[in-house]
């Protein structure tokens, strides 16, 4: 049976904190210099070449890609002969968003009641989500999520008789309605199938995955094609300034529905696609 201290990973989380907002992802930075290279637009090009330096300024002064350091979603993968000791876990994961946010001087933007919306002053609570796997096993993913990008989000309960061609047109309108908004160029996570929570659980998952790594089924992977290519023919740009670079991936992951349904949420993140993981 495999232990891990609470300890450790209220001290993973509050530097995994730091780290995904203050360190581009090394996929995310190849993908921006790629599209960097392919981009007409002076401004655009332009656009591009700041974001770049901006991440740069921000991992070598130590200081964040961006103000908006976001609500922490968390993903925890354990495994089924392992136990979290000297704590509870939830305890340990929200007392690292605390430490990590109030020592990295990070911008505290979590309100206690949707409504009331007094700030709980630590950026608690987080997102977390749990996965059982199998043996001595302990993943935690840190993804700070910016709400420029996810108030841009959406979810559509289309018929099965919409099929593929109206999973198409509802990320591309999804897209095409966010516009400026989400800081592009951006990344877009799509969920489709379960039910409502998981197509929508499944579409932010699928924002971890490396943005060079596509899909295993084949007409998924040609699905992620075929739509980061539709995305960036729509000429939105670079923070919506026109050109050829809206997007610089689109992730799609699916999940078994129902006969009568075909749930899709479209998840969008900016340019910064912040996360991080480590094994414990």
Same mark, same amino acid.
């Given at each position: 049976?495999k232990?891990?201290?609470?300890?450790?990973?209220?001290?993973?989380v509050?530097?995994?904190?730091q780290?995904a907002n203050?360190?581009?992802?090394?996929?995310?930075?190849?993908a921006?210099?790629?599209?960097?290279?392919?981009?007409?637009s002076?401004i655009?090009?332009?656009?591009?070449?700041d974001?770049?330096e901006?991440a740069?300024?921000a *991992?070598?002064?130590r200081?964040?890609?961006?103000?908006?350091?976001?609500?922490?979603?968390?993903?925890?993968?354990?495994?089924?002969? *392992?136990?979290?000791?000297d704590?509870?876990?939830?305890?340990?994961?929200?007392?690292?968003?605390?430490?990590?946010?109030?020592?990295g001087?990070?911008?505290?933007?979590v309100?206690?009641?949707?409504l009331?919306?007094?700030?709980?002053?630590?950026?608690?609570p987080?997102?977390i989500?749990?996965?059982?796997v199998e043996?001595?096993?302990?993943?935690?993913?840190?993804?700070?999520?910016?709400?420029?990008?996810e108030?841009?989000?959406?979810?559509?309960m289309?018929?099965p008789?919409?099929?593929?061609?109206?999973?198409?047109?509802?990320?591309?309108?999804?897209?095409?309605?966010?516009?400026?908004n989400?800081?592009?160029?951006?990344?877009?996570?799509v969920?489709?199938?379960g039910?409502?929570?998981?197509?929508?659980?499944?579409?932010?998952?699928s924002?971890?995955?490396?943005?060079?790594a596509h899909?295993?089924?084949?007409?998924?992977k040609?699905?992620e094609?075929?739509?980061?290519d539709?995305?960036?023919?729509l000429?939105?740009g670079?923070q919506g300034?026109?050109?050829? *670079?809206?997007?610089?991936?689109v992730?799609?992951e699916?999940?078994p529905?129902?006969i009568?349904?075909l749930?899709?949420?479209?998840?969008?993140?900016?340019?910064a696609a912040?996360?991080?993981?480590r094994t414990?």
């Amino acid at each position: 049976m495999k232990e891990v201290s609470a300890f450790n990973i209220t001290k993973a989380v509050a530097e995994m904190c730091q780290e995904a907002n203050f360190d581009l992802c090394g996929d995310v930075k190849e993908a921006l210099i790629h599209f960097k290279e392919k981009e007409v637009s002076p401004i655009g090009k332009s656009i591009l070449e700041d974001i770049l330096e901006n991440a740069e300024l921000a *991992t070598v002064k130590r200081v964040p890609m961006c103000q908006d350091t976001g609500m922490t979603v968390v993903y925890v993968e354990i495994g089924s002969e *392992t136990v979290v000791v000297d704590g509870f876990i939830e305890d340990a994961i929200n007392d690292g968003i605390a430490i990590g946010y109030g020592t990295g001087y990070l911008r505290k933007s979590v309100v206690k009641d949707p409504l009331i919306r007094v700030n709980t002053n630590d950026n608690t609570p987080g997102i977390i989500h749990y996965e059982m796997v199998e043996g001595e096993h302990f993943k935690i993913t840190v993804a700070p999520k910016g709400f420029g990008s996810e108030n841009m989000s959406r979810m559509k309960m289309l018929k099965p008789s919409d099929g593929i061609e109206g999973v198409k047109a509802f990320v591309l309108e999804t897209v095409s309605e966010a516009g400026p908004n989400p800081c592009p160029p951006i990344v877009v996570g799509v969920g489709i199938g379960g039910t409502i929570e998981k197509a929508a659980y499944i579409a932010k998952k699928s924002l971890m995955r490396p943005l060079d790594a596509h899909h295993p089924d084949e007409h998924i992977k040609a699905l992620e094609i075929e739509l980061l290519d539709s995305i960036n023919k729509l000429g939105i740009g670079p923070q919506g300034l026109g050109g050829l *670079t809206t997007a610089i991936g689109v992730n799609i992951e699916t999940f078994p529905t129902h006969i009568a349904g075909l749930p899709v949420v479209v998840n969008i993140n900016c340019h910064a696609a912040r996360h991080v993981s480590r094994t414990l």
